[in-house]
Every structure is written in C-alpha cells, then in structure tokens.
C-alpha cells in the first residue's frame, strides 16, 4: 500500500516533509472523535506518514502534536451538512476534499451546497495527482 507515494517522497524528498507515524492507539483515539471506524488505508496513512507535505499540498491526518487537522475539519463541516461517513482531507472553505470513508474514493464536497463530485478512486491516487499537479507548478 502506497508504494507510488513512497517513491515520490523518495525521488522528492528535499521537498517533502513526512512528520511519522502513529500506533494503533492514537488511531483509535482519533476515531473515537469522529465516531467512525476508519477504512485501512487510511489507518495505514497515519501509520506510515502522519502528517505529509510538500509542492504546497499538506494531508493532516495527525501531526507530531497529536493533532489532527482532518479530525477537526471533519468536525467542523459536519455541522455545514458534512455527511458522516466523509473525512475531510483538505479544502479552501468552498470545496473541500474529502475520503468516502464506505467506498475508499476521494469526492469534491462543495461546502456551499453539500454536493458531492467524484474526484479519484482511491487515497493514494488523489495524493499522487495533488503533489504531481503541485510539483509541476511549484
């Protein structure tokens, strides 16, 4: 899982800032704020990465603090109309990037009008096309 995301952090990383992962035991904790068990692939995420930026592209799923700025935006956007079973990735306050936490894809959330637009099939495929498209325009 994430091999794709590895090799770019690898080949990139005088540009990438991965803070480290998380054990099973602060992945609960944060599930148990949203109430929600999360799907494997982001659990091996967090595991694996923690918090990851780079070419301007960040996915907060938990920091070195123990923070998670996924948690609060999910939080947040939930009383907008967020439905439950999203994760809010990233977002500019009128689209927001979130996980389908039932499927695995990546669908634009329009804060607005709670509309939802696919966007990609899957975590790893969202976070390749946002630090490709970001390092083509850094």
């Known amino acids: ?3 794709k995301l590895d090799e770019f952090i690898d080949e990139n990383s005088d540009e990438m800032l991965v803070t480290g992962g998380w054990g099973d035991d602060k992945i609960a904790e944060l599930e148990n704020s ?3 068990s999360f799907r494997e692939e982001f659990k091996e995420f967090i595991r ?12 907060a799923a938990c920091g070195k603090s123990g923070n998670s700025r996924v948690v609060e935006n999910t939080l947040r956007f939930r009383e907008m109309g967020l439905e439950d079973k999203y994760l809010f990735l990233d977002g500019d306050g009128e689209l927001g990037f979130c996980l389908d ?7 634009n ?6 509309e939802v637009y696919p966007e990609a099939d899957d975590l790893e495929t969202f ?5 490709e498209d970001g390092k083509e325009n850094w």
Request: some cysteine; overall charge negative; charged content about 20%.
């Open 34 to 36: 949203l109430e929600l």
């Open 101 to 107: 936490n039932e499927t695995g894809k990546i669908v």
């Open 127 to 131: 976070i390749m096309a946002q630090l």
């Open 109 to 114: 959330w329009g804060c607005d009008n709670c």
């Open 1 to 3: 899982m994430f091999e």
């Open 48 to 59: 694996k990465y923690g918090m990851l930026m780079g070419y301007g592209v960040e996915i």
